[in-house]
């Protein structure tokens, strides 16, 4: 058996199977086509339609093979303790979809491992699911020792898609790496938990249709869903006992090690450290790479997450600052061949990577300020498992950091506590999310499928025409199909052939028109649940509409018109963008209605005015030049290999459409277009701002939006104008004069307050009288309107009277008391009691409150009360 490289093993895998007639299929992003799935994390996933017998392979195709990059997540805080646990990893798969089967797999599955790989046959071992021997047959007719086969239960060896639909028995292919790395038993073997045996291959044979009460009904089809863990064949091949001492990752750490200026399989914590960031670095670099930012919940979270615990980790062995940097040149080193996104958008990555990194900087230590107040107020010495949660889950600290700074204070952790906030954690998230590979095989919306099933594909000829004859070939009503729609209904009309663009890419669906004979029908909307589906929405208006009726299907031309103008603007500030921001640039989303646009795209800060400026003025030169746009097919890697820019995220076909304006701006894009860019009119941004970390959003007008836009500002000038009696030409000037008067205006106002208050102060001081116990007190209603006044006159109050004293005074604020006792400390030896003072009074104003005995405010209801209170207040002080 001779040492492969990981490149080699994925190469000769790939080469074997297309031998054997399967199509060589790219991988597919790690944001799955299915909104069922938070990740791509099974070669399978991208092949749903074919599993389902919505898409067929063409001759002379039997199969197909593919290299899948994949994120799982559910052992997280497994990976690095073991050597098979990885959040990225690689997957070689073949699948068929009826064309061969198990006696193939099995012969092919034998045939590459032993001839190709030249794996020695007793070191190879097979599980088979306990009812399968037509699998224990096979695997005996091509040699493999019956000693060497397991058969194992339901749990293990039978895969299901769910309670019900596609599933089979499974027979998994076992490699043994020696007595040395197992648990030692006896009994040890395929299955058993430890590494002895590591698992390399897993052929599903998907033969059953299962029943709701648990019968198993046989498919026409019978499918073949195989999946190779690529990095454990590396280990395999390159005589390691796990993934990290592969020739990739192994690179990766080597990286850490350089950071660090610490070895690799010296100190068992630093090989922790070392392992989840070269993991997790690689899970980030991809992930962001095909789309996925940062953000606080869904794939986004689970990035973040990733990120910021490399980060915990680093930092536990003595990286500092951003570092990030060095793994993801290196990832593009060793795997940019392979996945040329990751070349595409590494800039990308580099800052979006690097903005993460700062941001968690000031997270982490306000992380640190928690949990030393957390410990700092504990009493005793465990810390509950909730505050180590919160360390966990919002601070990004791994429960063993926590542990190890509570250790050096002789604090222990609750870790039951920790623990069953986390099992409720991974419910919420289950409930929130279908399990990874079985989800994939889940489907919605069945009346859809069933009609495309039924009638075929839609043939779209809306790029062309906007009106077409056509033919009805379903009708749906309240989501049953029905035979007849008639006037007052609404429902959903299927048709051979539309001009109408069904809503995608973020293009609204059109609207417009159905008729025929005896039938008008509103197009509210066009939608397609299913690929290749077009769904028009109708409010029936008169006659009736029949199943296989002709009609003319006339989309309305005007929005259509104001949508091309919108979509093709977006192509154009996208261009402007990139020039004026810089090539890392990427569109994120976007929305492209009639009446206006919207344009996601990762930034990294705020636009400057002058940067909207200029890329406004930059995509209006263009549109200005009256350019002709350019639509065509061609091949998804010929799109690439010419420099045709790919969606951030988006996912393609092997056929796509390139939309090019000029030489400036060359997409992949399904949407529809201008023929000139000279019929969008104009541009103008609307608006600019953050959507999230690293991602903004434009706003914009074109044609008709844009002349109402700019009218609209226009005739909010000139009533402004009116208002100020001056030309539109002056607003700006007068306005700033007319503010500069009033800012003057309120200065005087202050100086007057404050020389009314002064002659207040005054009057106050003429009836401060002399309190049996020796201090004075003054007692008085005052002519201020607000507490914080009042507070401020007490001061002043306080600075001028002859000797230490105290006040109570109530002024009126809105039609109603304000009450306000203070005394100084002198006062409040000598027996004064503000809060004591107000809480008598403050019932005669209809009020409540209280205090301190230096200080206390109450409001009140009633001012009729005042002389009363004010009264009572000389009579508890004393003083008449």
Not at 575 to 584: D, I, Q, S, Y
Request: charged residues 25%; hydrophobic residues 40%.
């Amino acid at each position: 058996m001779e040492y492969m490289t990981t490149a080699q093993i994925r190469e000769k895998y790939l080469k074997f199977f297309e031998e054997k007639g399967c199509k060589l299929m790219p991988s597919s992003s790690l944001i799955p086509d299915d909104p069922s799935l938070l990740l791509t994390a099974a070669g399978m996933v991208q092949f749903k339609p074919y599993f389902l017998q919505q898409k067929h392979l063409e001759p002379p195709f039997i199969g197909t093979t593919t290299v899948q990059k994949c994120v799982r997540t559910n052992d997280i805080d497994i990976i690095g303790t073991t050597g098979r646990h990885l959040s990225f990893f690689e997957m070689l798969g073949n699948f068929s979809f009826g064309d061969y089967f198990k006696e193939e797999m099995c012969k092919w599955a034998l045939e590459f491992s032993t001839d190709v790989l030249g794996l020695p046959m007793e070191k190879l071992y097979f599980t088979v699911f306990e009812d399968d021997d037509e699998t224990i047959e096979i695997w005996k007719d091509l040699g493999v020792d019956p000693s060497h086969i397991s058969k194992l239960g339901e749990e293990d060896n039978f895969w299901r898609a769910g309670p019900t639909g596609p599933c089979g028995p499974c027979s998994e292919l076992y490699y043994d790496q020696g007595p040395e790395v197992g648990c030692g038993r006896p009994d040890c073997a395929p299955g058993c938990d430890c590494d002895r045996f590591l698992e390399y291959w897993n052929c599903v044979f998907t033969q059953y249709d299962g029943q709701e009460d648990g019968t198993l009904v046989p498919l026409p089809k019978k499918n073949i869903d195989t999946g190779m863990g690529l990095e454990r064949m590396a280990a395999i091949m390159q005589g390691v006992d796990n993934n990290y001492d592969t020739d990739i990752l192994r690179d990766l750490i080597a990286v850490g090690e350089d950071l660090s200026h610490k070895t690799y399989k010296q100190d068992p914590k630093v090989d922790l450290a070392l392992r989840i960031i070269a993991d997790h670095s690689r899970a980030v670099t991809f992930m962001i790479a095909d789309g996925i930012l940062p953000s606080n919940e869904g794939r986004g979270y689970v990035l973040r997450r990733l990120l910021r615990r490399a980060v915990m980790k680093a930092h536990s062995i003595g990286i500092e600052g951003a570092f990030m940097s060095h793994y993801i040149e290196k990832i593009v080193e060793l795997m940019g061949s392979v996945y040329p996104e990751l070349i595409e958008n590494k800039e990308l990555v580099d800052r979006i990577v690097l903005s993460e990194e700062e941001r968690f900087g000031a997270t982490l230590k306000q992380g640190q300020v928690y949990l030393e107040e957390a410990l700092d107020a504990l009493d005793g010495n465990v810390l509950p498992g909730d505050q180590a949660f919160v360390l966990h889950d919002t601070y990004g600290f791994p429960i063993e950091v926590t542990k190890e700074i509570c250790a050096d204070r002789s604090i222990t952790v609750d870790e039951e506590g920790f623990g069953r906030c986390m099992d409720e954690q991974r419910a919420r998230a289950r409930a929130a999310n279908v399990d990874d590979t079985d989800a994939a095989w889940s489907t919605y919306g069945g009346i859809y499928v069933e009609l495309l099933e039924k009638v075929g594909p839609t043939q779209f000829v809306g790029y062309d025409q906007l009106e077409t004859t056509s033919l009805v070939q379903a009708l749906v009503h309240d989501g049953q199909a029905v035979d007849k729609l008639e006037a007052g209904q609404e429902g959903e009309v299927v048709l051979n052939i539309t001009p109408f663009y069904a809503e995608m890419g973020g293009e609204v669906g059109d609207t417009g028109l159905i008729f025929g004979s005896d039938a008008n029908a509103h197009v509210v909307d066009t939608k397609s649940p299913e690929a290749g589906l077009f769904i028009h929405k109708v409010v029936m208006e008169t006659g009736a509409l029949e199943v296989g009726a002709e009609i003319t299907a006339s989309v309305d031309a005007k929005r259509r018109a104001c949508i091309a103008r919108n979509h093709t603007c977006t192509h154009i500030l996208h261009a402007a963008l990139r020039e004026v921001l810089g090539g890392h640039v990427k569109q994120s989303g976007s929305y492209v209605g009639p009446d206006r646009l919207r344009f996601d795209f990762t930034h990294f800060e705020a636009l400057t005015p002058e940067q909207i400026a200029e890329v406004e003025t930059l995509a209006n030169s263009y549109i200005m030049q009256a350019i002709p746009t350019t639509r065509y097919e061609t091949s998804l890697d010929d799109a690439r290999n010419s420099g045709v820019t790919a969606l951030f995220g988006e996912k393609y076909g092997e056929t796509v459409r390139v939309v090019e304006v000029g030489q400036f701006s060359r997409e992949l894009c399904g949407g529809c277009h201008v023929n000139n860019t000279a019929e969008i009119g104009f541009v103008k941004i609307t608006s600019e701002g953050s959507v999230g970390a690293s991602l903004r959003r434009i706003e914009a007008v074109t044609s008709y939006g844009a002349l109402d836009y700019v009218n609209g500002l226009e005739a909010e000038l000139r009533q402004a104008a009116s208002v100020l009696s001056v030309p539109m030409a002056d607003v700006a000037e007068r306005a700033a004069s007319n503010l500069a008067s009033f800012k003057e205006l309120q200065t005087k106002f202050k100086r007057t307050q404050n020389a009314v208050a002064d002659d207040g102060v005054n009057a106050m001081l003429e009836q401060v009288a002399q309190t049996p116990a020796g201090y004075p007190v003054v007692v008085a209603q005052v002519d201020v309107r607000d507490p914080g006044m009042m507070r401020n006159l007490w001061d002043v109050v306080r600075s001028r009277m002859a000797a230490p004293g105290a006040a109570v005074m109530i002024g009126i604020k809105d039609d109603k008391p304000i009450l306000l006792a203070a005394g100084t400390d002198e006062a409040v030896a000598a027996g004064f009691n503000a809060g004591a003072i107000i809480k008598t009074i403050a019932p005669l104003v209809a009020g409540g409150g209280g205090g301190k005995p230096n200080m206390a405010q109450a409001g009140g209801k009633d001012v009729a009360g005042i002389p009363a209170a004010l009264d009572k207040a000389r009579a508890e002080l004393g003083i008449s």
